[in-house]
């Protein structure tokens, strides 16, 4: 199976702040990657798919890059409905798996 | 407006089964696969399994082959996972998750049910 690995854990920012996490998967997977917001007691939403694609309806503020092994996603200015969870999920093969997950949360 | 709605979770004794449905609305059913994937409370994401769009073809998470089985009724735009066997660490939010693109397994998921909680517990 491939691990993911999200780094880090937990962060800690404020409103208008540049905020990065990454993600690091056990053997390369392409760009076969996509990035999901959860907030509490609430379904994830896609944000990006295929590493750097924005899904439809999301804001610009958010971006994704990366291929093979190591990948991001930056939040350029962050908005106070950004504070959240956020995951990593890879579908290069099954089984599909996802990181740990990063939560944001306010200094 | 695409719809997934989880229904049959419940508190249910180790050993035991339930059966999930996601009935689904405002768009084509037959024409996307979809996937379950479940939260344990407080913990992260683990997909769970997924059923081709035409059914032929399904895949689980380890952690549940032999015990969960995916099916789906296109003609009532309904997907199902029997789970049996029952253990506490299946205690969980159950959610579907449509794919993105359609005729293929998908890489990533654009639409989610709001979960069904499944607990087990003597």
């Known amino acids: 199976d491939i691990q993911m690995t999200q780094s880090p854990s937990s962060v800690s920012a404020s409103v208008g702040d540049r905020v990065t996490i990454t993600c690091r998967a056990s053997q390369g997977i392409n760009s076969w990657l996509a990035w999901y917001q959860q907030k509490p007691g609430k379904a994830p939403q896609l944000l990006i798919y295929a590493a750097s694609s924005l899904q439809r309806g999301v804001p610009s503020r958010f971006s994704g890059s990366g291929s093979g092994t190591d990948f991001t996603l930056t939040i350029s200015s962050l908005q106070p409905e950004d504070f959240a969870t956020y995951y990593c999920q890879q579908s290069k093969s099954f089984p599909y798996t996802f990181g740990q997950g990063t939560k944001l949360d306010i200094k | 407006q695409v719809q997934l709605v989880e229904s049959g979770g419940g508190v249910v004794q180790p050993g035991r089964s339930l059966r999930l449905s996601c009935a689904v609305s405002?768009?084509?059913?037959?024409?996307?696969?979809i996937h379950w994937v479940r939260q344990a409370p407080g913990k992260g994401l683990e997909w769970v399994a997924v059923?081709?769009?035409?059914?032929?073809?399904?895949h689980y998470a380890d952690s549940v082959k032999g015990r969960f089985t995916i099916s789906r009724d296109n003609s009532k735009n309904t997907l199902y996972l029997e789970v049996n066997s029952l253990r506490d660490e299946d205690t969980a939010m159950y959610y579907c998750?449509?794919?993105?693109?359609?005729?293929?397994?998908?890489?990533?998921?654009?639409?989610w049910g709001q979960g069904t909680l499944v607990t087990v517990s003597s």
């Open positions: 059923i081709s769009y035409d059914g032929s073809d399904k």
């Open positions: 405002g768009f084509t059913f037959s024409s996307y696969s």
């Open positions: 998750a449509r794919v993105r693109s359609a005729h293929s397994y998908g890489s990533d998921f654009d639409y």
